[in-house]
T-cell receptor
């Protein structure tokens, strides 16, 4: 199956700092998602971004499909950004909404 | 509020007992999923249903069965629980939003302990 590697595994920031999270994947994808799991366990879908760049407030994401990686940028981090960020992908050839494979996540801690 | 509702939130089972986790979505999504999450790991797909009336195995289906009762409901059954099935279980649904985005909505999770 497709391999998904996220880095760094852990990241500790002071409030107000910027950060970049990376997701590498081993095969061509037609679906790439970024999720945030808050400290209470709730999973929130941040971006659908199989290619290109999107922005939503302080968060933005870029996927370079030809080089098989995606980046999630968090600017001016806040304590509420703490939690685990997951990248998940679906391989080309799979029907949308079938085999989403998750990486192991980046644990982000933002200190006040 | 639109979303995915799963029950129960917590459950303790004895080895060999059975139970069904319930999930319902009001997003009008075709696709629904059951994932499990073990400590320090990402989510692993147990079963999914791309549409009403169809189900398919995911990465870790052994020991589980599912039923897609209708478009809204997708249940997960443990016939004979084992300690290895201690985990947090998430139900999810997915679909297009009409703006070109394919999105996922997750339930709040079921924390299952098998003793």
């Amino acid at each position: 199956g497709i391999q998904v590697e996220q880095s760094p595994p852990d990241l500790i920031l002071q409030e107000g700092a910027n950060s970049t999270l990376r997701c590498n994947f081993s095969d061509s994808v037609n679906n790439l998602q970024w999720f945030h799991q808050n400290p209470w366990g709730q999973l929130i879908n941040l971006f659908y971004i199989p290619s290109g760049t999107k922005q939503n407030g302080r968060l933005s994401a870029t996927t370079v499909a030809t080089e098989r990686y995606s980046l999630l940028y968090i600017s001016s981090s806040q304590t509420t950004d703490s939690g685990v960020y997951f990248c998940a992908v679906e391989r080309v050839g799979e029907t949308s909404g079938s085999r989403l494979t998750f990486g192991e996540g980046t644990q982000l801690t933002v200190n006040p | 509020n639109a979303g995915v509702t799963q029950t129960p939130k917590f459950q303790v089972l004895k080895t060999g007992q059975s139970m069904t986790l319930q999930c319902a979505q009001d997003m009008n999504h075709n696709s629904m999923y059951w994932y499990r999450q073990d400590p320090g790991m990402g989510l692993r797909l147990i079963y999914y249903s791309a549409s009403e009336g169809t189900t398919d195995k995911g990465e870790v289906p052994n020991g589980y069965n599912v039923s897609r009762l209708n478009k809204r409901e997708f249940s997960l059954r443990l016939e004979s629980a084992a300690p290895s099935q201690t985990s947090v279980y998430f139900c999810a649904s997915s679909g297009w939003d009409g703006l070109g985005n394919y999105g996922y909505t997750f339930g709040s999770g079921t924390r299952l302990t098998v003793v």
